[in-house]
């Protein structure tokens, strides 16, 4: 795909850009970026070529400056298109696990530190204007399967932006037969009516006092309850200005009490007592933590935050590209777990260590795409992941550790390997 010239077209700036055989066509300049790029860029590129050659050292081939070149004449949608031809052919040719006959998918938001220059500052944004140096920061945003490790979409924005704002920017990629998941940041009585008139069923965290049929049902100590849930007069005015209906919402309440005593209540579409009693809730809800732990996973195993250049250009060529590396690796563990040997004299069952897959993806996603025997690096790649596993202890709980100043990847002291 990335070699056919439509591929090309749609994704340069320009029709004479590209037109010529060099030795950085589009195909080699994505290829690259997929690698996970996260040293000195001068460093990458010799060694890409190195793996690339079969040669333990290469002659330079391309330099630094000619890469940047290269990569300001390629739109970053190439890598989101790539991402949803991933997806797509991934969910037509693999099984996936189901929730009550729905796939599970939840939107999360988070944020990501960016390099200092005025172009992005400009255009992310900044949280603390007064802080100097100022640290642009960026909105992300993702729709996550949280059964298959899958990355659905994402999205890299301007902080500006909200979250329940870029959560809808993904219901697009959202069909039948899907439950999404959030958490308590996105209840909002706009977005409860666009999911209902959009039949998307969902299950939200809501706050004890967001509204007083919320409150009331505290109160009461009911399991569950379902109610009619009316906008307010600033609720109505944000559905007027987001052009979304303002009549009522048939929704349910579902108390859910953790080992800690504490209470969280949700709010769901599923009305279904029947098919969707209220003790299922709490596992429910629990699945939502892979998408927090695919952050972590993007943020300090890929390194999103580590980019390879300080233009908006450069910082959404790489997020999109790390979020592609990501797929293609989940996609590849997916496939290992698949061949994994029955765990029955395992006291624990196994999943792959997906950690470890990230790390081994490095230059392998090379010998993948280029290697004259695929098939066989293929093999290998995914054997080897068969025989790195960890037991899934189920019950174990950490309190999470809040940092107060938070690393970031600096572009001055970029890792030399």
């Known amino acids: 795909m990335i070699e056919s010239q439509e591929f090309i077209q749609r994704h340069r700036f320009a029709p004479n850009q590209f037109t010529r055989n060099r030795t950085l066509p589009v195909s080699r300049l994505v290829l690259f ?3 996970l790029v996260q040293g000195a860029l001068q460093a990458e590129l010799d060694r890409f070529f190195e793996v690339l050659q079969g040669v333990d050292v290469a002659s330079r081939v391309v330099t630094k400056a000619a890469f940047s070149l290269a990569r300001r004449k390629l739109h970053f949608g190439a ?7 991933l997806v797509e052919w991934f969910y037509a040719k693999r099984p996936i696990g189901r929730w009550h006959g729905f796939r599970l998918l939840a939107i999360d938001g988070s944020t990501a530190r960016l390099p200092c220059t005025r172009e992005i500052e400009t255009w992310f944004g900044v949280v603390d204007a007064k802080q100097q140096p100022p640290c642009p920061i960026a909105r992300v945003s993702t729709l996550y399967d949280v059964r298959s490790r899958v990355i659905v979409d994402a999205h890299l924005a301007p902080y500006r932006i909200g979250e329940r704002q870029l959560a ?6 959202i069909r039948a037969r899907d439950l999404v998941l959030f958490d308590r940041g996105y209840p909002a009585f706009w977005l409860f009516a666009l999911l209902y008139r959009s039949n998307i069923q969902f299950c939200m965290r809501i706050n004890a006092n967001y509204s007083p049929a919320v409150e009331a049902f505290v109160r009461s100590g009911a399991a569950e309850q379902q109610i009619e849930l009316w906008p ?13 209906s303002i009549e009522p919402v048939a929704l349910r309440l579902v108390r859910v009490e953790l080992n800690t005593g504490e209470v969280e209540v949700l709010i769901t579409s599923l009305l279904d007592t029947v098919d969707y009693p209220q003790a299922i809730f709490a596992d429910l809800y629990r699945r939502r933590w892979g998408i927090e732990e695919s952050y972590k996973a993007v ?13 908006v250009l450069c910082v959404m060529q790489d997020f999109h590209a790390k979020v592609v590396t990501t797929n293609l690796t989940a996609l590849l563990a997916h496939q290992a777990q ?3 040997p029955p765990t029955s004299r395992r ?11 990230v790390a081994r993806m490095k230059n392998t996603i090379v010998r993948l ?21 960890e037991p899934i202890r189920p019950g174990r709980t950490f309190p999470r550790v809040k940092r107060l100043t938070p690393p970031r990847f600096r572009q001055t002291y970029k890792r030399c390997g």
Do not use: M, Y
Request: glycine share 2%; proline share 1%.
């Open 369 to 389: 795409f280029c290697a004259p025997n695929r098939a066989k690096v293929l093999n290998a790649f995914v054997d080897l992941l068969r025989r790195t596993v």
């Open 338 to 340: 698949h061949e994994l």
């Open 299 to 311: 943020k300090w195993r890929v390194e999103i935050e580590n980019f390879s250049g300080k233009s």
């Open 347 to 357: 006291r624990h069952r196994v999943r792959v260590n997906f950690s470890h897959a």
């Open 79 to 85: 890598f989101v298109e790539i991402n949803r031809f």
């Open 33 to 35: 970026l997929l690698n």
């Open 168 to 173: 809808v920017a993904h219901l697009e990629q």
């Open 232 to 244: 307010g007069i600033e609720a109505r005015q944000e559905c007027r200005r987001k052009a979304t």
